[in-house]
């Protein structure tokens, strides 16, 4: 069985500074990777994702993360910060296979602070 | 196009009584999921539908019941609320695996 791990629990950084916020997966072959984000009292959005190529995947609001097989990390990142990215994130990893069915393993997300 | 709407958006519930949560979307999705959100655990898989009539059990699945009659609809059913079914439940679909999930904006549920 897949599971994720995010290692912070909760991270502050400064408005305008880069941010990194780390994912470790654990599966038995490459499995399709996600970032979502969830503002308070909202649902989740979908930031990206990653199936396979190019192990730099773009998102949207400037995210990118990168697949580091050899670490079997996804770890997001985001140069420049605005307060408006203060939120909790999620990693999920979604298993291969045709039985797979989309069902998507959650890690237990991280909690960005936005200092002015 | 609401997307994924999810009713009631607030309840609390006696330790034992009953209730539905009803997941509607209308993008004709396949798929459907039931999550449950805990602080500190993320998002748990309860129970999934990858077509109308059919259900499967998701990782936690114990007090939980589904229903999905309609293509567009997703019933989670508590039959004995307890105290630790206190969470926020979330709804998702998408249109064929893999695809983007869209969520619901959740159900707070708090069990006396």
């Known amino acids: 069985a897949q599971s994720v791990t995010q290692p912070d629990i909760h991270i502050t950084v400064s408005e305008g500074a880069s941010l990194e916020l780390r994912c470790n997966y654990s599966?038995?072959?490459?499995?399709?990777l996600f970032w979502y984000v969830q503002s308070p009292g909202q649902g989740l959005q979908l930031l990206l994702k990653?199936?396979?190529?190019?192990?730099l995947v773009q998102g949207i609001k400037g995210f990118e993360a990168e697949f580091k097989r050899s670490q079997s990390s996804f770890n997001l990142r985001k140069p420049s910060v605005h307060w408006s990215d203060a939120a909790e994130y999620f990693c999920a990893v979604g298993a291969t296979g045709c039985t797979s069915y989309g069902k998507l393993t959650f890690g237990q997300g991280t909690i960005l602070t936005v200092h002015p | 196009n609401a997307g994924v709407t999810q009713t009631p958006k607030f309840r609390v519930l006696k330790t034992g009584q009953s209730m539905t949560l009803l997941c509607a979307q209308d993008m004709n999705h396949e798929y459907m999921y039931w999550y449950r959100q805990d602080p500190g655990m993320g998002l748990r898989l309860i129970h999934y539908?990858?077509?109308?009539?059919?259900?499967a059990k998701g990782e936690v699945p114990d007090g939980y019941n589904v229903s999905r009659l309609k293509k567009q609809n997703f019933l989670l059913g508590l039959e004995s609320a307890a105290p630790s079914q206190t969470s926020v439940y979330f709804c998702?679909?998408?249109?064929?695996?893999?695809?983007?999930?869209?969520f619901g904006p959740g159900t707070r549920l708090l069990v006396l």
């Open positions: 599966y038995g072959a490459t499995p399709y």
């Open positions: 990653y199936f396979s190529g190019d192990t």
């Open positions: 998702a679909s998408i249109k064929r695996e893999y695809g983007t999930q869209y």
């Open positions: 539908s990858v077509g109308e009539g059919t259900t």
